[in-house]
């Protein structure tokens, strides 16, 4: 019935799968964006483990829970994003759907927008995480790129990312990384942030942010400086906010999607059409993640613990982007890895070509991502030596 060739694998999870495959002892995976601690394990957090404690004593029902899930996670993703008390929330400007993972908010947004701005154009900067133009794709969308990273420079192109963005259609859609940009690690300066604003007021371009790593920047507030320059020029935005990453629940697949505007009314009236894209995808959001993180954030022992061990996070990738520079300098490297000091979150563009990746792969069982992309999280102080003695082999 179907005569199909293969689908490509998948560039981020289809090398996960190659990796498990992989029999060597030695192997170490930089590949998909998964946090590990010092001895190479993905823990659940201690937060998590004592919430899902007391979801099983006191969890009274597995009945559906309403299209966009439980008040109280949508309550706490406003708080994480805007602040406690703060205006959106208060005046009913801004309203959160809990989605399975950023992905799913993010095909959540795509299928709103479908309806909300049919014709428009979607934008993603160059190169950006693998699966938004296949999201934004599938949604019916055509997906264009904006300047992002310089190749020479290693960091922002931010003349290229200015001129495109000034180019950019009006009323089109632009992606944007909240914070630890997915996958190179150079996030927007405050001067750009501030031009996306300006930009986005003048051309009423809807300003899509993709939020999967607050806290793993500099801060859970830090993180979201971005976002609230956006903010507070006024602008109607969608936010896509994961917890797989900051609170370690990967395969729970629990997010969120927010829609701020102008109004408590506009703001009702998206909601409704958010709503009926999600009773059309999945129904009703999977509960268990959400109750977790409800919980945590809700209560003030759970949630300063939770607060802690994301600084651990946090501080543990700083401390092997250091140890990598350091690394690769106390041998010589042909190249002057300093720059991967000044990137954020879990990823770096590492510079490496594809013919170095797949020689590392071979040769190593060094896993990164074609593009170069190298998952920080995934350096220990067991793995960094060899990590930087092959490195230094392949360049
Ligand atoms: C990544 O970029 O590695 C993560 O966001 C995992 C994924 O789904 O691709």
Known sequence: MFHLDLAPADPILGLTETFKADTHPGKINLGVGVYQDA???TPVLRAVKAAERHLLDHESTKSYL?????????AQTQA??????????????????????????????????????????????????????????????AVKSYRYYDKAAQSLDEAGFMADLAAIPEGDIVILHGCCHNPSGIDLTPNAWAAVAQVAQQKRLLCLVDFAYQGFGDGLEEDRAGLHVLLNAGLS??????????????????????VVEDTADAAERAFSHMQAAIRAIYSSPPSHGGAIVATILGDATLRAEWVSELADMRQRIRAMREAFVQGMADRQSKVD????NHQKGMFSFSGL?????????????????????????????????PLCDAIARVL
């Open 237 to 258: 935005v969608l936010i896509a906010s994961s917890y797989s990453k900051n609170f370690g629940l990967y395969n729970e697949r629990i997010g969120a999607l927010t």
């Open 39 to 41: 001895t190479g394990k």
């Open 66 to 74: 309403s299209i966009p899930g439980l008040p109280a996670l949508a």
């Open 80 to 141: 994480l994003l805007f602040g406690e008390g703060h205006a959106l929330t208060t005046t009913g400007r801004a309203k959160t759907a809990q989605t399975p993972g950023g992905t799913g908010a993010l095909r959540v947004a795509a299928d709103f927008c479908q309806r909300a701005l049919p014709t428009a154009t979607v934008w993603v900067s160059q190169p950006t995480w693998a699966n938004h133009q296949a999201i934004f794709e599938a949604a019916g969308f």
């Open 353 to 385: 070509t594809e013919t170095q990746v797949l020689k590392l792969r071979a040769d190593d069982h060094i896993y990164i991502v074609g593009s170069g992309r190298i998952n920080v999280a995934g350096i220990t102080p067991a793995n960094l030596d």
């Open 337 to 340: 890895f300093g720059f991967i």
